[in-house]
């Protein structure tokens, strides 16, 4: 069982650049998430989905756009990369679309801007 | 605003017991979670407490005190694969989690 998988794991982008990445849960949860992770601060929401269709912003969605055709995936876009986008962006899903359950995390993809 | 605190790192022995404490300010409040994060990889669930009291599970146990907006994890008989970072997240009125940054916990021989 798989779970969540993110691609790619690790990813070096010039600046100004179009970058999307990946996820892919395979555990029919309706709600996924997309979270940045920086030293010294808490995992920051960056956009969610409730169900498939259904996009929100969450604290931080500036600069970066999703979309949910479907159940089992929810790309992260990055339409024009900055430096201050350099981080590890964790994607993660719940069965429950009001985040009473339990979060399942992808492995994390390692993102830096030049 | 909203805010969680909790300390940046602790320090332990093998086999003893560490509290790590978790403050929470929140607008609204609808449960406390603590998770793991070992280095370099995802962060797992440990505990949802709602409620106030104490939840045990195994060698771990979390605590909360909604009156006080005060949660502690409890790890009993460390071992040294529990050297990690515990994050301590407070779920708001509108279920929208917010998240300490994390409390580093070394566990020396």
């Known amino acids: 069982i798989a779970g969540i998988t993110q691609a790619p794991t690790s990813q070096i982008l010039a600046a100004g650049r179009r970058m999307t990445l990946r996820c892919t849960q395979d555990m029919r949860h309706n709600a996924m998430y997309w979270y940045r992770q920086d030293l010294g601060l808490g995992l920051r929401l960056i956009h969610y989905s409730n169900t498939a269709g259904t996009t929100g912003k969450g604290e931080v969605p500036d600069g970066y756009s999703v979309s949910r055709a479907n159940t089992d995936d929810f790309p992260l876009t990055l339409a024009s990369a900055v430096p201050s986008q350099t981080s590890v962006y964790f994607c993660?899903?719940?069965?429950?679309?009001?985040?009473?359950?339990?979060?399942?995390f992808g492995e994390g993809s390692r993102l830096t801007v030049l | 605003g909203q805010n969680i605190d909790q300390p940046t790192e602790m320090t332990a022995t093998e086999g003893a017991i560490v509290q790590i404490n978790c403050t929470y300010q929140t607008s609204g409040f609808n449960g406390l979670f603590w998770y793991q994060q070992h280095a370099g990889e995802a962060p797992t669930f440990l505990s949802y407490?709602?409620l106030d009291g104490l939840e045990e599970k195994g060698r771990f146990s979390s605590f909360l005190s909604r009156s006080k907006g005060y949660s502690y994890l409890l790890l009993k008989e460390l071992q040294m694969k529990d050297s990690a970072s515990y994050l301590c997240?407070?779920?708001?009125?509108?279920?929208?989690?917010?998240w300490g940054a994390g409390t580093k916990l070394i566990i020396k021989p």
């Open positions: 997240a407070a779920l708001d009125s509108n279920y929208q989690l917010i």
């Open positions: 993660a899903s719940s069965a429950l679309g009001d985040s009473t359950g339990e979060l399942f």
């Open positions: 407490n709602v």
